[in-house]
Structures are given as C-alpha cells and as structure tokens.
C-alpha cells in the first residue's frame, strides 16, 4: 500500500474538486465600463474630504483651546495633503486658492485594489 493510498481501496485519498462552474457575475470586475454603464451612479452623492493634516493631544490640551490658538499639524509646508471620498484615500493635492475659497489640486491618484 503507497503513503498515499486509503487503507483497503487501492486508491489514493487525493480528491480532485471539480472546477466551478462560472457565475453570470464573474469576470464583471475585469470588463471595462464605458460611461453609458456608470451612468446609474452619477447622481450619487459621496463626501470629499482634503486633511490638511492631523494632531494627538491630551484631554487636557484640548480643554485649554481657545480663540487664537494653534494646533499644530504633522504635515510641513508643500507636503501634499490627502484626499478622501467616503472616508477612503483616493488622492494627494495641493491647496491653492479659487477665489475667495481654498482649493485642492490633484497631484497623485492613488490606485486601490477592489
């Protein structure tokens, strides 16, 4: 009897597993969408968010804030900011100003993987 094989069948204990059968919904991440098939989604809202930056401090920091005070940032001057849609990094810019308004502007798309 090989190392393999059941005790009493002759027959090795490997089972092959059968190949799936393909779902109607695979390969759909692979095909390309053109703008007719995303047109669905256009009118849905998501939140953009640019973070300029972030900052830790105790409780009692936080309490003695007030009108005039700075909170320092962990970013340094020109260092890109990120941009988040729905809480997800989707991209690095730079502030510039629109007006009377700041603004961002795309520097870096970051690439995910669904």
Do not use: F, W
Not at 33 to 49: C, K, M, N, T, W
Not at 58 to 87: F, M, P, T, W
């Amino acid at each position: 009897m090989g190392e393999d094989e059941e005790p009493g069948t002759g027959e090795t204990g490997r089972a092959e597993a059968p190949s799936p059968e393909p779902s109607p919904t695979s390969g759909v991440a692979d095909l390309p969408r053109s703008a007719q098939d995303l047109e669905a989604v256009y009118d849905i809202p998501v939140q953009v968010s640019a973070i300029l930056g972030k900052s830790t401090m105790q409780v009692s920091q936080l309490l003695k804030l007030g009108r005039g005070a700075v909170v320092e940032l962990d970013r340094k001057i020109g260092e890109a900011i990120d941009i988040y849609v729905n809480n997800r990094l989707v991209a690095r810019g730079e502030v510039v100003v629109v007006e009377d308004r700041l603004g961002v502007t795309m520097t870096e798309i970051i690439k995910t993987e669904l």
